[in-house]
């Protein structure tokens, strides 16, 4: 008996959502790919996940701690407000830079160029990589909170929450960068800045109380402002949170979400070519 395959225009396009559930193992090899490349040939290996926070509260409990004497949430240590911080910010800063030359690498584009896979898995691989980092930086911050001798409140139950914006974050405007740096590869400069820029722009080494009442609203366009004042809320226990900010960061998490598979599926099938 012959058994014949038969490729049909458009078919992959019907099944493509289905496609990404198919091939979940390759999303597996990729995002463990891309976790033993992250600390091959590295001296402490894993450890620099734990290295770079550790490293990156130091600087901000320096100079805004002990020298512009920035105030803390509530009764929380500023160090822990700092590592509070840290934590999404660390998530997105890294999912980001990852994703945004996922398919431009050497390892991903052959692959792309002649294989046919949904595109879509590559940069959620790395996505998956850099949530395995989160995860050993989330343990250092246990540590630190018996160090402290701080307990969180009842308030922690909803962290997962506020993980999941983050995550939905960093994929959206992920996949948006991701795209346009195949066809315009100045993002690859472009994004480093943006993310060293966001860094200090974001309420990491500081309270975002402290920015005046008329221009919270403004500067909580920002997804990270919402989603850093619930990290707080939830692990250090801050007395109340800014909800027009977690509102706002939302909103502009979703549209971000939407234009991001709005523009990668438009322009995935390029990929190949300009790759």
């Not at 402490?44 to 734990?50: H, N």
């Not at 850099?130 to 909170?145: E, K, P, Q």
Request: hydrophobic residues 55%; glycine residues 6%; contains cysteine.
């Amino acid at each position: 008996m012959r058994h014949e395959t038969v490729i049909q225009a458009g078919q992959s396009e019907r099944h493509y959502w289905l496609d990404l559930w198919n091939y979940r193992e390759l999303l597996q090899v990729l995002a463990w790919r891309d976790l033993s490349v992250r600390y091959k040939q590295t001296v402490i290996g894993v450890l620099w996940a734990l290295i770079r926070p550790i490293l990156a509260i130091l600087v901000f409990t320096i100079i805004f701690g002990r020298i512009a004497r920035m105030p803390t949430d509530g009764d929380a240590p500023y160090a822990l407000m700092v590592f509070a911080g840290m934590l999404p910010w660390s998530f997105f800063s890294t999912s980001l830079a990852d994703a945004s030359n996922s398919l431009i690498s050497a390892g991903n584009a052959g692959l792309i160029s002649k294989v046919y896979f949904p595109r879509l898995i590559v940069p959620i691989a790395s996505l998956i990589a850099a949530l395995v980092d989160f995860i050993i930086t989330l343990m250092l911050f246990v540590a630190f909170m018996l160090w402290y001798r701080f307990m969180p409140s009842w308030k922690i139950i909803f962290l997962p929450l506020f993980m999941t914006i983050v995550f939905m974050a960093s994929f959206g405007i992920g996949t948006w960068v991701t795209a346009l740096n195949v066809k315009y590869r100045d993002f690859r400069y472009v994004i480093p800045f943006m993310l060293q820029l966001g860094l200090y722009i974001s309420p990491v080494g500081f309270s975002s109380n402290i920015i005046p009442q008329q221009w919270r609203l403004l500067y909580s366009v920002n997804p990270l402002v919402g989603v850093i004042d619930g990290f707080r809320w939830c692990l250090l226990g801050q007395t109340h949170i800014y909800w027009p900010a977690f509102v706002l960061s939302v909103s502009v998490t979703t549209f971000f979400v939407w234009i991001g598979i709005r523009t990668f599926r438009k322009m995935e099938r390029s990929f190949a070519d300009l790759i």
